[in-house]
T-cell receptor, first 115, second 112 residues
């Protein structure tokens, strides 16, 4: 029961570097999400994907790139990291809400510090 | 104005007491509502969905008030293990499952 895993869990990088956060799920959920969580803002959606090769922007997509070549993987890339991208990043997956009560499952989070 | 707003707290609650808090949402077309629980430095986990008629799950009761656009969570007989941040989650439409809106959370601290 691996569920949804993120790597790395903790990362320190320098301004301007490219960073990729990996996300892998074993449930074959069609939807996958990337959120960032900052104090006072709650969870904000960066990008999401409804299926392989389908991605869409969320609330705060600038500075991020995603891809979904396989259903189970949804990497998030910071092309040129900035200090404002210091945050906790959560990957999540789910099936669409065809019925009330469908659950989004979150990974354990990736703590990213940009110095 | 944020789409989903919560009182950040903290709500300091003696063990065994009842605590309740609300979450307001701005999109009157919202269809689905949830409460998630998040422990410090952990990922959010589903606590319960919120149904139109209100629903209970053990010591937890959730209510939806569409007219005033808020949902509530009540915790009875609080346990120390209930200390956490409770996130309100709202989905705008059934065709926008990808764009859930999260509140910033209400912190609950249960004290002995």
């Amino acid at each position: 029961d691996a569920g949804i895993t993120q790597s790395p869990r903790y990362k320190i990088t320098e301004t301007g570097r490219q960073v990729t956060l990996m996300c892998h799920q074993t449930w074959s959920h069609s939807y996958m999400f990337w959120y960032r969580q900052d104090l006072g803002h709650g969870l904000r959606l960066i990008y999401y994907s409804a299926a392989a090769d389908i991605t869409d922007k969320g609330e705060v997509p600038d500075g991020y790139v995603v891809s979904r070549s396989k259903t189970e993987n949804f990497p998030l890339t910071l092309e040129s990291a900035t200090r404002s991208q210091t945050s906790v990043y959560f990957c999540a997956s789910s099936e669409p809400a065809r019925i009330i009560g469908n659950t989004i499952y979150f990974g354990e989070g990736s703590w990213l510090t940009v110095v | 104005r944020k789409e989903v707003e919560q009182d950040p707290g903290p709500f300091n609650v003696p063990e065994g007491a009842t605590v309740a808090f609300n979450c307001t949402y701005s999109n009157s077309a919202s269809q689905s509502f949830f409460w998630y629980r998040q422990d410090c430095r952990k990922e959010p986990k589903l606590l319960m969905s919120v149904y139109s008629s209100g629903n209970e799950d053990g010591r937890f009761t959730a209510q939806l008030n569409r007219a005033s656009q808020y949902i509530s969570l009540l915790i009875r007989d609080s346990k120390l293990s209930d200390s956490a941040t409770y996130l309100c989650v709202v989905n705008g439409r059934t065709d926008s499952w990808g764009k859930l809106q999260f509140g910033a959370g209400t912190q609950v601290v249960v004290t002995p």
